[in-house]
């Protein structure tokens, strides 16, 4: 087993998503963030940031060891 360990990002929904097309939304369910303010502590995979390059405008982003 390696010992690499994998870089953490912070999400936090900091825009609503009323006016946001419907896959925005359902990233933003998928990442696992409802309400504003909300966040959560995902992995930095490529499909994670991917993601978060989907609804840049909506999240605030900030990386955490």
Do not use: Y
């Amino acid at each position: 087993m390696s010992d690499k360990k994998e870089k953490k990002v912070r999400i936090e929904l900091v825009r609503s998503m009323i006016r946001s097309k419907p896959k925005q939304r359902g990233t933003v369910k998928a990442l696992g963030l409802g309400k504003i303010g909300s966040s959560v502590e995902r992995e930095a995979t490529p499909v994670v940031l991917g993601m978060i390059n989907t609804i840049s405008h909506l999240v605030k982003v900030e990386e955490i060891e």
